[in-house]
Structure formats: C-alpha cells, structure tokens
C-alpha cells in the first residue's frame, strides 16, 4: 500500500513567491515600526521611567495595532472597511510577533535598553524583515494564503 498523504518537499526556490512575501513582509514592517518606534521614542524624550521590559512590550502591542490599522487601511481601499478589518485582524500573529520581538531584541542587545539611536534603526528594521520572511513565503506557497 502506498502512502498518498506524504506531502512533495516545498519549492524554496519560486522567485515570485520570494517577491511577494517580501513585499507583503515590507508592509507589515512600516505599520509594525510606526508604532514600535513611536512607542520607544515617547519614553527616551519624555523620561517616564519605566522598565524596559513593560517599554517593549508596549512598544510591540503599538507596532501590532499600527500594523493592522495600516493593513485595514490599504484593504479598505479594495474591500469595505468592516472586511478589510477582519482580514487584517486575520493576518499572520506569528509574523507580526516575531518580526517585533526581533526588532526589540536587536534594540536590547546594541543600545542595552529601550533607546532609538540612528545606528540602530537600520539593524532593527533588518531583524524584523528577515525574521518573519522565510515563515510568510512559507505561508505563500504551502498554504496559499497571504499574512499581511
């Protein structure tokens, strides 16, 4: 008896995949960094002492809601808004999780600490692209469904 559910190796190879959850994965990094940044940049000019685990964590909450409101916004040009807000609700959490909390680790481990310094930013924005990238292609071409 042959084994039908043993499923072809994935192709890693598609270079239109490849641009696709690249540009997907560079949408959800602007709406991601919009709220990430702000959140970060509020508590390094205002002085509020906070822990840096709570300033991340909050900087990674805002990053999540500006990265929806984003995507709700771009759908919402296509689709009507109440949709385009399920759909961007319904993105890929792995992706958008994973691409903050690279971005906050970078932070952490260059600056010690919750601090936007303008040698870090492009470090930061590179973790949190190249991090999630492999899993949105992935996401592509295995399961046919686009993450942001």
């Not at 709700?72 to 691409?99: C, D, E, P, V, Y």
Request: hydrophobic residues 55%; contains cysteine.
């Amino acid at each position: 008896m042959t084994d039908t559910s043993v499923q072809p190796a994935l192709d890693w190879t598609c270079k239109h995949t490849w641009k696709r959850a690249s540009v997907n994965t560079l949408w959800c990094l602007l709406g991601c960094s919009i709220g990430d940044f702000g959140t970060i940049l509020f508590f390094q000019l205002t002085g509020i002492a906070w822990p840096v685990l709570l300033i991340m964590t909050l900087a990674i909450i805002n990053g999540l809601l500006t990265s929806i409101a984003l995507e709700t916004f771009i759908l919402s040009r296509q689709m009507a808004f109440k949709l385009a807000f399920k759909t961007a609700i319904g993105m890929s959490m792995i992706s958008m999780i994973s691409m903050e909390v690279a971005m906050n680790v970078v932070d952490y481990l260059a600056t010690g600490g919750a601090i936007l310094v303008l040698w870090v930013i492009p470090l930061m924005l590179f973790a949190g692209f190249i991090t999630p990238l492999p899993y949105n292609y992935w996401r592509l071409k295995a399961l046919g469904r686009a993450c942001h």
